[in-house]
């Protein structure tokens, strides 16, 4: 299932154009967007298109999926993370409210966290620290909450990329 993270790297070489995205409020399994990109020009070539299919991200267990929202409101209790759509598309927000272990499903940074396009918004109490995990379990990162100040996932090292995993509470 995680196997895509490998060919996100091809993303890297091009500027993506969204064609068309699922929109509204989601929850459950994927279902695959597509995207058209343009490869970059060399002064001896034209641009050439070719289409690719991106998962769309999701959380085992499910949580509210929102896509491109004009503002996104991280009510007081939530943790709400942002995942890129494509390329210089916009973002999925994911809000996390009750604690416990969240499977990442297609968490992909196409720029493997470089741009600051992975973070989340943390608006919970009581004293909490969420906790990143990688593919074999290990601790990529924590965070303690921080209301009103986006935090960066894996900042420089991955974005959600590396992430297979994360501990809300």
């Not at 993303?11 to 699922?22: E, R």
């Not at 641009?47 to 929202?69: E, G, H, K, L, N």
């Not at 990529?140 to 509470?169: D, E, F, H």
Request: aromatic share 12%; charged share 10%.
């Amino acid at each position: 299932m995680r196997d895509i993270r490998k060919a996100s790297g091809i993303a890297l070489t091009v500027v993506a154009l969204v064609i068309s995205v699922s929109s509204g409020t989601a929850t459950g399994s994927p279902a695959p967007v597509t995207r058209t990109h343009v490869a970059q020009a060399s002064a001896s070539t034209s641009a050439r298109a070719f289409t690719t299919t991106y998962p769309v991200p999701y959380t085992s267990p499910a949580v509210t999926r929102i896509t491109d929202p004009p503002a996104l409101n991280c009510n007081t209790g939530y943790l709400c993370a942002a995942v890129p759509t494509a390329p210089g598309g916009g973002f999925y927000w994911f809000k996390f409210y009750y604690c416990g272990l969240y499977h990442l499903n297609y968490f992909l940074d196409p720029n493997n966290g470089t741009t600051g396009d992975s973070f989340v918004d943390d608006f919970q109490t009581g004293g909490v620290t969420t906790i990143f995990y990688g593919s074999t379990g290990n601790i990529l990162q924590t965070m303690k909450p921080a209301a009103g100040i986006s935090q960066q996932v894996m900042r420089n090292k991955g974005g959600w990329n590396p992430v297979y995993s994360i501990r809300v509470c």
